[in-house]
């Protein structure tokens, strides 16, 4: 993909995303290194061609395999939200789908485990990376729920799918003072959670409605 590509035109300009910038300020974004990672990641090369001249609003896209792309307010919040203590060194993310979200992270991140349980999608999502010349991405076809426990512990984890609930697995492969935020519920009814862990045990809140694809187990 050529510089212009990534720079975008027309429907994917940099006016485009500013506008986008101007709406997540709007909507209560307030980290300015993450509003600046959205502004400067072409969210556009994540989805399928014909679907780019919409890949700067505010909307969850299909990218095949029964998948979205989050919107990008969410990927905003729940990038924030893993921030909120500091820049963590170590994340894992579960469900890398496109590569849009572990991007971000990787951008404000010394490193990035992500699982995806679709192989295609973590073929596509690698060639992004690689056109954005991110090489602290490290990805593997795996099983969410099972997390990446010999590469752990991290100081924060993000989930892109939504479990019923969060799974042990996944808490006990935080560090201490280290932050994991989910979407969890059942597919009529989600909210946003931010879990932390605190020595040995485990502090939640539940803080908004969100609305993701379910958390399966398995590989495909």
Same mark, same amino acid.
């Given at each position: 993909?050529?510089? %212009?590509?990534?720079?975008?035109?027309?429907?994917?300009? /940099?006016?485009?995303?500013?506008? *986008?910038?101007?709406?997540?300020?709007?909507?209560?974004?307030?980290?300015?290194? +993450?509003?600046?990672?959205?502004?400067?990641?072409? !969210?556009h090369?994540?989805? =399928?061609?014909a679907l780019?001249?919409?890949?700067?609003?505010d909307?969850? *896209?299909?990218?095949?395999?029964?998948? %979205?792309?989050?919107? #990008?307010?969410?990927?905003? !919040?729940?990038?924030?939200?893993? $921030?909120?203590?500091? /820049?963590?060194? /170590?994340?894992?993310?579960?469900?890398?789908?496109?590569?849009y979200?572990?991007?971000?992270?990787?951008? *404000?991140?010394?490193?990035?485990? %992500?699982?995806?349980?679709?192989? #295609?999608?973590?073929t596509?999502? !690698?060639?992004?990376?690689?056109? @954005?010349? &991110?090489r602290?991405?490290?990805?593997?076809?795996? =099983?969410?729920?099972?997390?990446?426990?010999?590469r752990?512990?991290?100081?924060?984890? &993000? &989930?892109?799918?939504?479990?019923?609930?969060?799974?042990?697995?996944?808490?006990?492969?935080?560090?201490?003072?280290? +932050?994991?935020?989910?979407?969890?519920?059942?597919?009529?009814?989600?909210? @946003?959670?931010?879990?932390w862990? =605190?020595?040995?045990?485990? @502090?939640?809140?539940? @803080?908004?409605?969100?609305?993701?694809? #379910? $958390? &399966?187990?398995? %590989?495909?």
């Open positions: 993909m050529n510089e %212009t590509n990534l720079e975008g035109i027309g429907f994917t300009s /940099r006016r485009t995303r500013d506008r *986008l910038i101007t709406r997540l300020e709007a909507a209560g974004i307030k980290d300015a290194g +993450v509003l600046e990672v959205m502004r400067q990641t072409p !969210r090369i994540f989805i =399928d061609e780019a001249h919409r890949a700067y609003e909307s969850s *896209l299909p990218i095949g395999h029964g998948q %979205t792309i989050s919107q #990008p307010y969410i990927v905003a !919040r729940m990038t924030e939200l893993l $921030m909120a203590q500091g /820049r963590p060194s /170590r994340i894992l993310e579960i469900g890398s789908g496109c590569g979200q572990t991007a971000v992270l990787a951008q *404000l991140a010394e490193r990035v485990w %992500t699982v995806e349980r679709i192989g #295609p999608l973590l596509r999502a !690698r060639r992004h990376w690689s056109q @954005l010349k &991110l602290n991405i490290n990805a593997r076809v795996g =099983d969410g729920f099972e997390g990446w426990a010999e752990g512990p991290f100081d924060g984890i &993000l &989930l892109a799918a939504a479990p019923r609930q969060v799974p042990p697995a996944l808490l006990q492969q935080l560090a201490p003072g280290g +932050v994991l935020v989910a979407p969890v519920g059942d597919r009529d009814e989600q909210v @946003l959670e931010r879990h862990r =605190d020595g040995d045990r485990f @502090l939640a809140e539940a @803080l908004e409605p969100v609305r993701f694809v #379910p $958390m &399966l187990g398995g %590989t495909l």
